[in-house]
């Protein structure tokens, strides 16, 4: 039986540029449902056009605004798990490490992890819906709604406008800095680490491929065999929070 750890553990211990690209499958272990997930997905039971779009929130933004306070309570009273914590350790392990995520919580910094690129927003980030200006109580405890329960928007303090969740909508631009950031770190990095993720949006979907394509090599780290027929693409099947740190074990404290 391969030793599938041999490999990657090798790679990122020789690795000097690494970038760890994260999506939903990464917080999973702390209680926050991804997307797909059969059973808890966040999809099955209202359908992405339905909430996390510009016009969805026009249309309702009561349902759209206390479906996000929801997932920003979950957040709060969730704690970064194994998998953040390692991917925080991982910063003092490699000459240059950068964290990309897909994902609208704050818990690769609780892991103490610095300089996150979040491609798609943040939830702690609200703003107003026509001013653009920050909504001042961002950190305010967000009350308690049940996923489906509506919950009217705040109003911003400058115009009156809807305060809207600090997250990239579908059909909205990624933001721009960030974006080209992630993509530069990708080309230029020897090791990607693509952990939890579906690749099914874009363009953060882009990025291990863009890596490959630029010669590194990339580690798929997921439950469900992640296609990679593509030459120096690894996969580690697994839970995040069992493979990561099993991952640093093997490539940093020398023994087997
Ligand atoms: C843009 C913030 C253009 C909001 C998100 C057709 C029509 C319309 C649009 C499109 C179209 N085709 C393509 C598009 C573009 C669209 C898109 O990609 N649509 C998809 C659905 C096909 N993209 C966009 O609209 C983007 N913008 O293209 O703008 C433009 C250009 C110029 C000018 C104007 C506009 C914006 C996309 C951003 C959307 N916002 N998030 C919110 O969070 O509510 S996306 C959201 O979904 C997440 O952020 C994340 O990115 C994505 C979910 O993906 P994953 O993170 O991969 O999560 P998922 O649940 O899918 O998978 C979890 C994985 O974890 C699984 O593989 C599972 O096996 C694994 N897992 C489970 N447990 C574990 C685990 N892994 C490890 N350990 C475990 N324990
Ligand atoms: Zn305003």
């Known amino acids: 039986m391969t030793d599938t750890y041999h490999i990657p553990a090798q ?4 690795a000097n540029r690494v970038v760890v690209f994260t999506g939903a499958g990464v917080s999973a272990e702390s209680g926050i449902p991804t997307f797909r997930g059969r059973l808890s997905g966040l999809w099955e039971r209202f359908e992405p056009s ?27 009273n969730a704690k970064p798990n194994a998998a953040h914590i390692a ?7 490699v000459p240059r490490l950068t964290v990309v995520t897909q994902n609208v919580d704050d818990l690769h910094e609780r ?23 920050s909504f001042p109580d961002a950190a305010m405890k967000p009350q308690e709604p049940d996923a489906g329960r509506r919950l009217a928007p705040p109003r911003c303090q400058h115009c009156s406008g809807m305060i809207r969740p600090g997250v990239v909508w579908f059909g909205e ?3 721009e800095q960030v974006f080209a950031r992630a993509f530069e770190e990708a080309s230029q990095c020897d090791l990607l680490l693509s952990i939890g993720t579906s690749g099914l949006v874009q ?3 882009q990025i291990p491929a863009l890596a490959l394509a630029a010669g590194a090599s990339v580690v798929h780290i997921n439950p469900e065999n992640v296609e990679s027929r593509m030459q120096n693409a690894y996969n580690l ?20």
């Open 50 to 76: 339905q909430l996390a779009t510009p016009d969805a929130f026009m249309a309702d933004p009561e349902l759209v605004w206390g479906w996000y306070e929801w997932r920003r309570t979950l957040v709060c």
């Open 11 to 14: 790679l990122l211990a020789n």
């Open 111 to 133: 892991a103490g992890s610095a300089g996150v690129l979040h491609l798609h927003g943040s939830l702690n980030a609200p703003r107003c819906f026509d001013c653009g200006a």
């Open 237 to 256: 099947t697994g839970a995040a929070g069992e493979v990561m740190p099993e991952l640093l074990r093997r490539a940093f404290s020398g023994s087997p």
């Open 87 to 93: 991917i925080a350790e991982l910063a003092a392990r």
């Open 203 to 205: 363009p953060a979907a």
């Open 173 to 175: 631009s990624l933001p």
